[in-house]
T-cell receptor, first 115, second 113 residues
Framework: AQKITQTQPGMFVQEKEAVTLDCTYD???????LFWYKQPSSGEMIFLIY??????QNATEGRYSLNFQKARKSANLVISASQLGDSAMYFC????????????FGTGTRLQVTL | EAGVVQSPRYKIIEKKQPVAFWCNPI?????LYWYLQNLGQGPELLIR????????DSQLPKDRFSAERLKGVDSTLKIQPAELGDSAVYLC???????????FGPGTRLLVL
């Protein structure tokens, strides 16, 4: 069975600083994808970044980067130059390959950006 | 490009009443998902459609929940009768096809009294 673990229920970061949100996963499938979503108070899940299990390089999307350490089964999200608008819930999710594929989410980390 | 549209955004009903949620996916997206998100938790898949076919409904409580996607575009999720424990956010998502990135709608926040 797939499992996603986010051990940080809440994080604080000062504006313009970088922050790392932790995510570890557990799967026996060789093929899988890892995702990060942002959920502001409005409720919508906003896709941020994707990393495939066979990707050799860490994914980056603007201020977001994914620190993928396959041997440790971790996929941490790094947000650089934090902005007040980054305050939200952040969910790590995994989708394994195969016809039974579905997204499995972690419990989320609430990030608060302060002045 | 318009995103995933859901309605209503909020719904308050009394227990034992029926309720329905509507979802319009991103144009051209063949795969549609319904998720349930309880407070303080990540979303959990209820059902996945490939066009009009429900290909994964293993997590859908079929005694009271039903869903349809008749023409392979819009979808409706229904609960009848609703119970107190159904209070949650119901999220709809779509993707171009299975295995591609899922894009979510704003969700419907249901409160059962």
């Amino acid at each position: 069975a797939q499992k996603i673990t986010q051990t940080q229920p809440g994080m604080f970061v000062q504006e313009k600083e970088a922050v790392t949100l932790d995510c570890t996963y557990d799967t026996s499938d060789p093929s899988y994808g890892l995702f990060w979503y942002k959920q502001p108070s409005s409720g919508e899940m906003i896709f941020l970044i994707y990393q495939g299990s066979y990707d050799q390089q860490n994914a980056t999307e603007g201020r977001y980067s994914l620190n993928f350490q396959k041997a440790r089964k971790s996929a941490n999200l790094v947000i650089s130059a934090s902005q007040l608008g980054d305050s939200a819930m952040y969910f790590c999710a995994m989708e394994r390959g195969g016809t039974a594929s579905k997204l499995t989410f972690g419990t989320g980390t609430r990030l608060q950006v302060t002045l | 490009e318009a995103g995933v549209v859901q309605s209503p955004r909020y719904k308050i009903i009394e227990k034992k009443q029926p309720v329905a949620f509507w979802c319009n996916p991103i144009s051209g997206h063949n795969t549609l998902y319904w998720y349930l998100q309880n407070l303080g938790q990540g979303p959990e898949l209820l059902i996945r459609y490939e066009n009009e076919e429900a290909v994964d409904d293993s997590q859908l409580p079929k005694d009271r929940f039903s869903a349809e996607r008749l023409k392979g575009v819009d979808s409706t999720l229904k609960i009848q009768p609703a119970e107190l424990g159904d209070s949650a956010v119901y999220l709809c998502a779509s993707s171009l096809e299975w295995g591609k990135t899922q894009y979510f709608g704003p969700g419907t926040r249901l409160l059962v009294l």
